[in-house]
């Protein structure tokens, strides 16, 4: 099935991966699962063409709103390039990428088994969770297990979580989070529809989910365009090209201020086009 895009766009399995950590590439298609089920995707013309485990009209809405394929980005650009030139060259050189629109609960627990890990790990963190206790779902000889559900963790259970040996507790706060998921205090759905402000302190009111953990969230499953997260890969771009200097932890909260102040409503992708630099 072909959807058209509004330009620029153009996949890469780069900045896929540098979002969404499950994303791998066979004889020139990319894999991925958008909201439990199994998509095979490539840039066609002005678009892309996809195909899917399910019937393609049946996941077609989803696949527009994950890819963002019906977003002007223009704006985006102009206004980042008013900013200053750094972001000039980087829109001229990355502009045809989206900010992913993932799932929340997959999102979620992706970043928080992101801390002090490059992205091969992360995505070795997450496979194993969805080898586990996924549900197998196949394309064209190319297996990916779904995501488990929080329902499905809570029954696995704290112990055998902890037994994975993920690190830094991973295991623990992966099933307080999905405790408190199924037991309906935390409401992924909500957060979309609350300020930027107040949806990032809600999930900094969890057990290891500090500022970038929740940034990271609000960025790319809850629609905060103005979320900046910032690791260590930002902060070396902060200070390359702006001088700023990074800390971790709570002396940080002045930087990202100013982050959100000079880059303006759309500093996410400000900080996207800066970490997606990095990584190249």
């Known amino acids: 099935m072909f959807l058209p895009a509004r330009e620029p766009f153009e996949l890469e399995l780069g900045w896929l991966r540098s979002q969404a950590f499950r994303w791998l590439e066979r004889e020139g298609w990319y894999y991925g699962v958008v909201?439990?089920?199994?998509?095979?995707?490539r840039q066609y013309e002005d678009g892309i063409e996809f195909r899917a485990n399910v019937v393609?009209?049946?996941?077609?809405?989803?696949?527009?709103?994950?890819?963002?394929?019906?977003?002007?980005i223009r704006p985006v650009h102009e206004a980042?390039?008013?900013?200053?030139p750094t972001l000039s060259r980087l829109?001229?050189?990355?502009?045809?990428?989206?900010?992913?629109?993932?799932?929340?609960?997959?999102?979620?627990?992706s970043y928080v088994c992101s801390q002090n890990n490059s992205i091969d790990r992360i995505s070795g963190i997450v496979d194993l969770l969805a080898n586990c206790y996924g549900d197998p779902l196949v394309l064209d000889g190319v297996r990916l297990n779904s995501f488990p559900s929080p329902r499905c963790l809570v029954e696995v259970g704290n112990a055998e979580l902890d037994g994975l040996k993920l690190g830094l507790h991973r295991g623990s706060r992966i099933y307080q989070l999905a405790r408190a998921v199924t037991e309906?205090?935390?409401?992924?759905?909500?957060?979309?529809?609350?300020?930027y402000e107040q949806a990032k302190?809600?999930?900094?009111?969890?057990?290891g989910i500090g500022p970038k953990i929740?940034?990271?969230?609000?960025?790319?499953s809850l629609d905060k365009p103005e979320a900046f997260p910032v690791d260590r890969h930002i902060g070396a771009a902060l200070r390359e090209q702006y001088g700023k200097k990074y800390t971790s932890g709570a002396r940080n909260?002045?930087?990202?201020?100013?982050?959100?102040?000079?880059?303006?409503?759309?500093a996410g992708y400000a900080g996207q086009l800066l970490f997606y630099e990095q990584l190249n």
């Open 35 to 41: 909201n439990g089920h199994l998509i095979k995707v």
């Open 56 to 72: 393609g009209e049946v996941i077609k809405p989803q696949v527009e709103s994950y890819f963002r394929l019906y977003q002007d």
């Open 80 to 84: 980042l390039r008013q900013v200053d």
């Open 91 to 109: 829109v001229d050189r990355y502009g045809a990428m989206r900010l992913l629109r993932q799932d929340p609960w997959e999102c979620l627990i």
């Open 184 to 195: 309906g205090d935390l409401d992924l759905a909500t957060l979309s529809h609350l300020a």
């Open 201 to 207: 302190d809600r999930l900094m009111s969890y057990d």
């Open 214 to 220: 929740a940034d990271c969230v609000c960025l790319f």
């Open 253 to 266: 909260t002045r930087l990202l201020e100013w982050a959100r102040d000079y880059f303006g409503a759309h």
